[in-house]
Each structure stands twice: as C-alpha cells, then as structure tokens.
C-alpha cells in the first residue's frame, strides 16, 4: 500500500508495518492502524476540540485543554509558529514529531477559528 500526498510527491510512500500480522489483518477492523495511518499521513487528526471523547488521544486532550480558554491573539501565534514548524523544519523533523506539530496546528485552528454556526 502506497499513499501520495504534497510530501512524498508523485512517487508516494510505503506504508510501514507495525506488527507482525499480515498487512489485511494489520489494517482491518480489528485495530486502528488504518486511522493511525491515515491521521499520519495526512498530517491531520479526527479528534474534535468541541467533543474530545472520540477521535482525541490523552495527548490532544491535554492540548486542547491547556489552548481552549487562550485568547485569539495567543491562538494565531501559535497558529503561525507551528505552521513556521511544519513548513520550514519539517523535513528534519523525526515522523512523530512532525505528526504531532500537524495534530496541534489542526487543533489550534479549530479553536482560532470557534464553533461553526451549527453548533451554536
């Protein structure tokens, strides 16, 4: 299994086992590989700060909890250094590293940005 995004360009990446299983188990239903996959990817995450009880690991939570009461000026700091992070630093970034700089930019912009209307 390959995925394509802006990073790894036209040639993609291999996806990188985790377990010993074979890659179908590895990805089924029966683990969360594949969304860990996805969300490591991508550079992106499930959790919503408006309802962390799915999709948000303890990490996030903790994030979210630390940033949600921040005023908006502090939040588009932190908007802006994180994004600084990821474009200029990233690719010397270890993996995990840059995943979580990319988890807390999403979350950082959806609590700039507040709740949408629908949610009012």
């Not at 995925?3 to 188990?25: I, R």
Request: hydrophobic share 30%; glycine share 10%; with cysteine.
């Amino acid at each position: 299994m390959r995925h394509f995004n802006k990073a790894t360009g036209y040639g993609g990446k291999e996806y990188v086992k985790k377990t010993e299983e074979a890659m179908c188990d590895e990805l089924g239903p029966k683990h969360d590989y594949m969304h860990l996959h996805i969300e490591e990817a991508g550079g992106t995450s499930l959790c919503n700060v408006n309802d962390t009880a799915t999709g948000c690991s303890d990490k996030q939570k903790d994030f979210i909890g630390k940033w949600n009461a921040k005023p908006k000026d502090d939040l588009q700091k932190q908007v802006d250094r994180l994004t600084g992070m990821v474009e200029k630093d990233g690719a010397s970034m270890k993996p995990e590293a840059l995943t979580w700089a990319k988890q807390r930019l999403a979350i950082v912009k959806s609590l700039h940005k507040g709740p949408s209307k629908d949610e009012l």
